[in-house]
């Protein structure tokens, strides 16, 4: 009986000596990670990154995937008033009106499209934070200043303002992006003015401030990291209204001029012309657009519950 | 006299109180309202070593006079008078960089709730260190040995791991130890604890409580406890100051106030700890009505309207002059007309020893 006790003791022993080691790395769950651990457990994410990926991918290595030149009007002898040759031998969607090969030109498109939108929305946030970043951390007459600025912004409608800034700018590909940038900067000022704004008044600012930490660094250091999850959120969301104006600014015929770039918008807006004839024209750049546009709203909207705090734990 | 010319170490003297409060008042008036006096006329001091205890309701103001000797109440909106000296040196209307020098190094305060008060973002090794950084001029890699130390020296057990952890890892307690850490991080001269126990369960908040006194025991460090708990002032307090919607009404040393409640207000707080002695069914004796049924100081006492003692010249158009806070006897001080008498001090010292030891759990 006493053997059996010495066994038991031991392997209690054990035990505890095991609880009380910790593997490596696993000291602390950063908040990232953790959020990354809950998005990847999350099908309605795993499915919007799919989409994401498979479309920068596709974009990457638009010259290897496509089958052929998206310039060339190969089947240019066959289109003829009221038609236009559809899916065939090497031409899995067909033609468009010139003779060339529908399914090349979209994949050629996501590389403009995806690019519009990526930088349009990376400027449009970099500018709107700084000026957040500006107002949530002075407070006082710099934030009413910088506040009443993006009032003025966003009393103009977007498209209006895009379109009045690509007139401006002349037409080209980075007036384009510059004009959905400037749409997209009062979202994320008043974004992060707000969220760094609630931060301000929490306890633990209050705490630091008590242990006599500097004011940038409660700024950078404290309130900044804790105000970005709504940011980064509005990211990706972001992203998604980014293309869809691009296309639509394309569309208007304020796009990139250059017709060496294919263009999901600008192929919608000639396609409106062989609505009749052929309306798989139309149909497949407005797919890929609501398609990309989707996955980003997916992976946006996962993000936004992988990061609250509500769904923590 | 400059505080910017003297050097950051020894500016502060050492033969005055660590901290002397002054005929303290805060207003708070808002463009277009009221304005709201919280804290009028409260003088106390503290001396190294010295714990002393604010007590009073929720509302009573004893969060507002902290927060206004740390210097962290807005500009805006806020009127802060009287003074306060750390060690000599006048902090109300001193610049922000000076105070910010000292908030940390030289006097420290913490929190009642230990999870806000951390940065949940952040590592706590990170929110030790800062402080090493800010006020020692530490290497990242020297404040990260001395961060642990500290944790260790708070009894929080594998200091090392813990630095790498966030807030949520941590137990209740172990927060508060971490913001304890905090606070101690430069051995302040004074610090500030602002009902560091409430948001603890029992058997933590006697730990926290043994720590504190421990810490200050061995270091010196002038402690203000403000608490709405008794047993925390039983079980800490050198002195103790109850407040009373804004003003102090009864200083008294722990073992007098707790033997002797003159104010009654004091003796209401006494007689509504619950006992354990007390048997089933015997019902709690609360005070009556809420902190929201004070007069204003101006008209009178502010108790009055709750006191069982109350009478006519307790409101100031009777007796002609407001309620002074006078001499009662040696080291006590009290505001009321009409105290609680206490007939003799045997049968005092027996009811007020049981109370005491209820309420020190």
């Known amino acids: 009986m006493t053997a059996m006790g010495d066994v038991r003791r031991q392997r209690i022993d054990e035990l505890a000596a095991r609880a009380g080691q910790v593997p490596e790395g696993e000291g602390g769950v950063s908040l990232v990670r953790s959020a990354f651990r809950r998005l990847r457990r999350n099908p309605v994410a795993i499915l919007g990154a799919v989409i994401v990926v498979v479309f920068l991918f596709v974009a990457a290595f638009a010259p290897w995937l496509a089958p052929r030149d998206p310039l060339a009007q190969t089947l240019l002898s066959e289109v003829r008033p009221g038609f236009i040759p559809g899916a065939q031998e090497g031409f899995p969607l067909g033609a468009d009106q010139l003779g060339r090969d529908l399914l090349s030109r979209l994949i050629y498109g996501s590389r403009q499209s995806l690019l519009i939108g990526v930088v349009s929305t990376v400027l449009g946030a970099v500018v709107g934070m700084a000026l957040g970043v500006l107002a949530g951390a002075f407070g006082g007459w710099v934030d009413t200043v910088v506040m009443r600025f993006i009032d003025i912004i966003l009393s103009i409608p977007s498209l209006l303002m895009a379109i009045s800034i690509s007139v401006l700018l002349g037409q080209n590909q980075y007036a384009l992006m510059i004009a959905i940038a400037v749409t997209q900067v009062p979202v994320f000022a008043r974004l992060l003015r707000g969220s760094m704004l609630a931060q301000r008044g929490s306890d633990y600012v209050l705490a630091a401030r008590a242990l006599g930490v500097k004011r940038g660094r409660i700024v950078f250091g404290h309130v900044l990291p804790n105000s970005l999850s709504p940011v980064i959120v509005q990211g990706t969301l972001s992203l998604a209204t980014a293309i869809i104006e691009a296309a639509a600014l394309s569309f208007l015929g304020l796009g990139d001029p250059d017709i060496a770039r294919p263009e999901w918008g600008a192929m919608l807006s000639t396609a409106q012309d062989f609505l009749s004839v052929r309306p798989e024209l139309a149909v497949w750049p407005a797919l890929c657009i609501i398609v990309v546009a989707l996955g980003f709203t997916l992976l946006g909207e996962s993000l936004r519950e992988a990061l609250d705090p509500k769904f923590r734990r | ?361």
Not at chain 2, 10 to 24: I, W, Y
Not at chain 2, 229 to 248: I, N, S, W
Request: net charge negative; proline share 7%.
């Open chain 2, 1 to 361: 006299m400059s505080i910017e010319a003297l050097p950051p170490e020894g500016a502060l003297r050492t033969d005055v109180p660590v901290l002397e409060v002054e005929d303290l008042s805060v207003t708070f008036a808002r463009r277009g309202e009221q304005p709201t006096r919280a804290v009028d006329g409260v003088s106390f001091s503290v001396a190294a070593g010295e714990t002393v205890g604010l007590v009073g309701e929720s509302g009573c103001g004893k969060s507002v006079t902290s927060l206004a000797v740390m210097g962290l109440l807005p500009r805006r909106g806020v009127q802060v008078g009287g003074s306060v000296r750390l060690g000599g040196t006048e902090l109300l209307g001193a610049p922000d960089r000076t105070l910010r020098r000292l908030r940390g190094a030289e006097m420290a305060m913490v929190f009642q709730d230990p999870l806000s008060s951390l940065n949940p973002t952040v590592p706590i090794g990170t929110q030790v260190t800062e402080v090493l950084v800010e006020h020692r001029d530490m290497g990242k890699k020297e404040a990260a040995t001395e961060a642990a130390e500290l944790l260790d020296r708070v009894g929080i057990p594998d200091p090392t791991r813990r630095l790498k952890e966030y807030p949520h890892q941590l137990s209740g307690g172990m927060r508060q130890r971490a913001l304890i850490a905090m606070a101690l991080a430069c051995s302040p001269r004074l610090l500030i604890a602002d009902e560091p126990t409430t948001a603890l369960d029992v058997t933590i908040q006697a730990q926290i409580l043994e720590l504190l006194r421990e810490l200050v025991v061995d270091s010196g460090t002038a402690l203000v406890m403000i608490t709405h708990d008794l047993g925390v002032v039983a079980g800490l307090c050198d002195r103790v100051h109850v407040m009373y919607a804004g003003k102090v009404i009864e200083t008294a040393d722990r073992h007098d106030l707790f033997a002797r409640p003159r104010q009654p207000y004091t003796g209401g707080l006494l007689a509504s700890v619950p006992r354990l002695d007390a048997g089933r069914g015997i019902p709690l004796t609360p005070i009556r009505g809420s902190a929201r049924d004070a007069i204003p100081w101006a008209e009178g006492c502010a108790f009055a309207p709750r006191c069982d003692n109350a009478q006519d010249d307790c409101l100031t158009e009777v007796a002609g002059s407001t309620v002074p806070l006078e001499y009662d006897g040696p080291g006590r001080e009290l505001r009321c007309r009409h105290p609680l008498t206490h007939p003799s001090s045997t049968a005092g010292a027996t009811s007020s020893g049981s109370t005491a030891s209820g309420a020190g759990r």
